[in-house]
């Protein structure tokens, strides 16, 4: 494979971002429906404020990452935007998902809140982190 090909397949890493971000999603659902007696131990490590917060601000990340790698000219600010828009409306869906789960109550205002926030600092992070992504690509 030519050198030019196999750089530019290397400047697309949006696809990656995009299928990480759905095993992310899959990962907090599939946790969201296990009973609490059924959550790993690690689960427990934190405040589960805390817990919300750093798994939130992965999926924020991911998301603002893969919004600016596949449609650059949204620029930073409007990947970051678009990325929390889109972890916080994911936030609230894993929340009412949760209400159908046996033992969990769901529906909590203060995990959404510190989803968002957490969604917030993951995105926020795109801005320095995201030139390596891109090989130099603006």
Known sequence: MPAERRHERRRRPSPI????????????????????????????????????????????????????????????????????ALVAVFGILDEAFQTLTPGRSGGDIDDWIADVLGASAGALLTVPTLRRLTFGRR
């Not at 659902?29 to 131990?41: A, F, T, Y």
């Not at 893969?66 to 930073?76: E, F, K, N, Q, Y």
């Open 17 to 84: 971002l995009w299928i990480s971000l759905v095993f992310w999603a899959i990962t907090i659902l599939w946790l969201s429906s296990l009973p609490p007696q059924q959550l790993p131990e690690a689960a427990f490590l934190f405040w589960d404020k805390v817990n919300h917060f750093c798994a939130y601000a992965i999926g924020g990340w991911l998301a603002s990452a893969a919004v600016r790698v596949s449609w650059p000219r949204t620029g930073a600010f409007g990947a970051v935007v678009i990325g929390i």
